[in-house]
Each structure stands twice: as structure tokens, then as C-alpha cells.
């Protein structure tokens, strides 16, 4: 295990190196930047050249990525452009709002998820897994926006109550905090839980037409030892796969909900930044994006081997 651990390791920088190129380079192919919002129509190529100079714009693109990743070796993301804050402090404050998010919807989308998913392969093509399917049909179909605009004006329209528009932090009020998370928090899980729903019961389809299940089953053996001794072992690691997958997919992907609710999270924070071309701010967020996302594939890796010895990494 350990040496494994340090291969991953070693693999896990150099993929956070390359990264670190490409986040860089895609950045400056947005167009426009700084230089030009500020400057807007007003100004002259002077005060355009100096300011071009004050943010290193006028250096060569690779002097500046090396200056850039020098920074960041040393723990070092930058000041703001636009607002003069340490990037460090922005990123963290608005990743800690994007991973709570992502904690509890993945969270919701297992609890609804996984049963569903459970209930729907046993009972393939019966009226129960046909109920499931229209869950799932729907909730792959309908974009993320929609649904929360449903539930907002749903919930505002049935109980006349709408969530408070200020976020407040768990460690200051976790009441607060999850009132105004829970329609955001509500319209992901929904969404995820289909998906994940979908992807069970293929792997439970999958399971149960294995020889090994078919003869138990001739044989008379309860359908419930078949499936916590056959098949929930055979389905956990895809499950857990699924699991990182979702996670990435929100911590990287929040930037609508985050934006129909006001939270302060990392994808409103990436808007922002693109809106102002503010590069230090966009560099450090997509690479924090890219660095969990790293995290997360280290940790399912790590519990296959831990879940199932007889899986073999490489």
C-alpha cells in the first residue's frame, strides 16, 4: 500500500504540473483582458502600456507562467486584480461553500440514489422498477436551472417561504446555513440521484444474470442473502466509482445553481473572475478545481483496495 500511496503520489504532482500549464494557457484564451476592462474606451496607449507593465502582461507567456508557478510552489496564488484580496483567502472561502454543497448533495443523491437504483434491478421490468425508470428519465432529462426555479417558486407559492438571501456560515448558524442551502442542495440531489439510480440498476441487472445468482435462485435460496452475499459486493466498487465521479462533477459544475441562489461558491467566484478577466483569481480556482479533483481519484483508489483486497492497481 504504501508504495503505491508514493507512485500516486509522484503521478498525482506531475498530473497537477501539466494541469497547471493548461489552466494557465486556456485563461489567457479568453478574450479581452484586464487591461481592456479597465481601460473600457477612455485612456491612451500610455496609461494602457503601463498597466499592461504593473500586471506583467508585457513578459513573454512562458516568463510569466513560470513567475506564476514559482508563487504557487511557495503557497503563494496571488493578489486579486480587481480586488487587491489574496487570491488564497477568496479561493478558500469559496471552496469551503462549493464543498459543502457537494458533501451534502452527494449525500442526498446516495440516501435516494442507491435504494432506488437497488429496488429497480431486483424488480427489473415490473411496475416498481417502471415507477423508478420515470424518476430516472425525468431527473436525466431536466436541466438544473428549471428544477430549481420549480422548487423555489413551488416551496414560495405552497408554504410562503422563500430562503434568506445573505449566506451565513455553518460555524455561525447551521440552522441559517442549511435554510439557504436546502433548495440548492435539493435541486442537485434530485437530479444526481437519478443518474445514480440509473447506474445501480444497470450494475444490479448486471449481477443478477450472472450464472452464480441464477442458480441460487433456482435452488431456492431468499433473494435477500443472494443480494448482501453476491451481489452488493459485486456492486460496491462500481458504486464507489460512480461516487467520485459525482463529486467531481459538482465541486466543478456549481457555477448555475450557485449563480440562481447567490451563493458565494467557487463557480460564482470562476464567473466573476471570467466577467473581469481577472487571471490570478481564474488560475487559482481552476486549479484548486483540478487539485480535489485529484484528491478525490487518490481516495476512491485507495478504498477499492481496502473494500476488496483482490483489486489490482497498477
Excluded: C
Amino acid at each position: 500500500m504504501g508504495s503505491y500511496l508514493l507512485k500516486r503520489l509522484a503521478a498525482s504532482l506531475l498530473t497537477a504540473l501539466l494541469a497547471s500549464i493548461l489552466v494557465f494557457l486556456l485563461v489567457r484564451m479568453v478574450p479581452g483582458d484586464v487591461v481592456a476592462q479597465m481601460m473600457g474606451q477612455a485612456g491612451g496607449e500610455n496609461a494602457a502600456a503601463a498597466l499592461r507593465e504593473f500586471f506583467g502582461l508585457d513578459q513573454p507567456i512562458y516568463m510569466q507562467y513560470l513567475a506564476w508557478i514559482t508563487h504557487v510552489l511557495q503557497g503563494d496564488l496571488g493578489v486579486s486584480w480587481t480586488r487587491g484580496i489574496p487570491v488564497a483567502t477568496m479561493v478558500g472561502q469559496a471552496f469551503l461553500v462549493t464543498l459543502e454543497i457537494a458533501l451534502l448533495t452527494l449525500f442526498i443523491a446516495t440516501v435516494i440514489g442507491v435504494p432506488l437504483g437497488i429496488l429497480a434491478g431486483i424488480y427489473e421490468n415490473r411496475p416498481l422498477d417502471t415507477a423508478i425508470q420515470s424518476f430516472n428519465i425525468i431527473g436525466l432529462s431536466a436541466p438544473v436551472f428549471w428544477v430549481g426555479l420549480m422548487l423555489l417558486v413551488g416551496v414560495s407559492a405552497t408554504f410562503s417561504w422563500s430562503p434568506p438571501l445573505r449566506f451565513v456560515t455553518p460555524d455561525r448558524s447551521l440552522a441559517d446555513n442549511l435554510a439557504i442551502l436546502a433548495l440548492p442542495i435539493a435541486s442537485l440531489g434530485l437530479l444526481q440521484a437519478a443518474a445514480y439510480s440509473q447506474f445501480v440498476r444497470q450494475n444490479v441487472v448486471s449481477a443478477m444474470s450472472q450464472e452464480y445468482v441464477r442458480t441460487a435462485i433456482a435452488k431456492g435460496v431468499p433473494v435477500r442473502g443472494i443480494f448482501f452475499k453476491h451481489i452488493l459486493r459485486n456492486v460496491m466498487i462500481p458504486i464507489i466509482t460512480f461516487m467520485g465521479l459525482i463529486l467531481i462533477q459538482i465541486l466543478g459544475g456549481t457555477v448555475i445553481i450557485e449563480s440562481l441562489f447567490a451563493l458565494p461558491g467557487l463557480g460564482r467566484l470562476l464567473l466573476a473572475a471570467i466577467e473581469t478577466r481577472d487571471y490570478p483569481v481564474l488560475q487559482g480556482a481552476l486549479l484548486v478545481v483540478v487539485v480535489a479533483a485529484m484528491v478525490v481519484n487518490l481516495l476512491v483508489d485507495l478504498t477499492y483496495r481496502l473494500i476488496d483486497p483482490r483489486v489490482r492497481v497498477s
